[in-house]
């Protein structure tokens, strides 16, 4: 039965021309029950995620939060309600810091309180962001096209809203016309948009923003929907620093506290009193973010603080070799990666590396850390980014597992669930030039007939 699952498959027309493969395991790992060019080179796109969230579960632990302080220098004046220092806020790399994601946690509100308890009426100083350089970053082979989109948004101590602007669109109700960029969210002054976009012909986003880190300047082109009065739609930040000192000035201005901006404290040998400390949401609710929401940013992050904790400089480009190093003690020649999250191309995983990543999430980790990653994962037909694979069929809440798609690009990998048993499934196709769907909707098929020959 399998045999003829997969010999239909690759029979499909819109599959014969491109490169596939196709492994499939008993719950132990210890018997291939399908396998096909599982020992080729595949682009994972964003299955990748799947070994980021894995490494970052063993070496930080699912309790694992990160801390964001907010402090002082000199002196505070509690009788005269004057801070006669700087405002100092030490950021550390959280990618949920007054995320979209967690609406229900902002640090922002708990910063305002926090500051409303001191009662202050003027700082004398100014406003310091920590670390004082400003990091920000992305891998050094994602594409020009990517970077000024808010999935191509990179790194960063200071990640602020996740490190992603939302543009409101008006549109004409005839195409080819002039759009109008109605605001912005967040703002920053220094964060220039120049709006090249037109009402397009389809009825679906065709715009691209382009800008890369510490550019100023941003250009978005391409076409958007006709008649519509608030389209939105989402870009990369040139710098989340700058987003985030001015969220923190505004704040600050409504609480009517005054920053004089006076150079009253040398920094560098300026001790740090803490007014309170941030915590994210725990790696176990950081984890099913990046896998549920196949969010790129969520995974850069756990990416380079996996690496971070481990002495390796907080890159995207050297956290990619650390975890290629990490995981190629098991899969060994099998593994190279570029980046965390799968935007890069040249990121290459086997189908038989895959499978071994899933036997070893099912029969290695332990409880503490195999339940966190297993809940992390959508399931077919109901969640997440594979809420529209499976619905209505088998496959219904008895798949779970991650999806990665680029352009000529569609993989699954994850567990099959029957019998109170799961079976670890990957399947990768590259280089087709077929409609994206014409793939899902044959990979599908294959899923449906091998979990019913099961």
């Known amino acids: 039965m399998f045999d003829k699952a997969l010999s239909s498959f690759l029979s499909n027309e819109s599959i014969k021309t491109a490169h596939v493969g196709v492994v499939l395991s008993n719950p132990k790992g210890d018997t291939t029950l399908i396998n096909h060019q599982e020992n080729k080179f595949f682009t994972p796109a964003s299955i990748t995620k799947l070994w980021t969230t894995a490494m970052s579960t063993q070496l930080l632990s699912t309790e694992y939060v990160f801390t964001t302080h907010i402090g002082f220098n000199g002196e505070l004046d509690t009788i005269n309600k004057v801070l006669k220092g700087d405002l100092l806020v030490l950021t550390n790399g959280d990618p949920s810091l007054e995320s979209r994601y967690f609406e229900s946690k902002s640090f922002l509100e708990e910063l305002k309180s926090a500051i409303s308890k001191l009662q202050l009426k003027n700082i004398e100083g100014s406003l310091i962001i920590l670390p004082t350089k400003d990091d920000y970053h992305v891998c050094s082979h994602w594409l020009w096209s990517d970077l000024g989109n808010y999935y191509g948004a990179g790194y960063a101590s200071s990640t602020f809203m996740d490190n992603m602007v939302e543009l409101y669109f008006k549109t004409d109700k005839s195409p080819l016309k002039t759009t109008q960029i109605l605001k912005t969210h967040p703002k920053s002054s220094s964060f220039l948009m120049e709006n090249n976009v037109m009402s397009g012909i389809k009825n679906r986003d065709m715009s691209y923003a382009f800008g890369a880190p510490l550019q100023k300047n941003r250009y978005i082109n391409g076409q958007l929907p006709t008649n519509r009065d608030s389209y939105k739609v989402k870009v990369s930040m040139h710098s989340p620093k700058a987003f985030l000192n001015e969220a923190i000035l505004n704040l600050l201005y409504e609480l009517n506290i005054e920053v004089q901006n006076n150079k009253v404290m040398n920094l560098s040998k300026a001790s740090m009193d803490i007014i309170f400390s941030y915590t994210s949401p725990k790696l176990s609710e950081l984890i099913k973010c990046v896998n549920y929401e196949s969010n790129n940013n969520y995974a850069e992050h756990l990416l380079v603080e996996s690496a971070k904790e481990n002495g390796v400089s907080p890159s995207i480009d050297s956290a990619a070799k650390f975890m290629e190093n990490y995981w190629s003690t098991l899969f060994k020649d099998q593994v190279y990666f570029s980046d965390g999250s799968g935007l890069s191309r040249k990121n ?4 038989n590396a895959m499978s071994g990543l899933l036997i070893e999430i099912l029969n290695q980790f332990d409880l503490n850390d195999k339940i966190p990653m297993l809940n992390s994962l959508p399931s077919a037909g109901e969640s997440g980014t594979l809420k529209y694979i499976g619905g209505n069929t088998v496959l219904e809440g008895n798949f779970i597992g991650k999806s990665g798609s680029m352009g000529g690009v569609r993989c699954y990998t994850g567990y099959f669930k029957k019998n109170n048993n799961c079976y670890p499934f990957t ?26 020959a099961l």
């Open 348 to 351: 290459l995983i086997t189908p």
């Open 427 to 452: 399947v990768m196709v590259n280089n087709f030039l077929v409609p994206d769907r014409a793939i899902r909707k044959a990979i599908e098929n294959l899923m449906i007939d091998i979990y019913s």
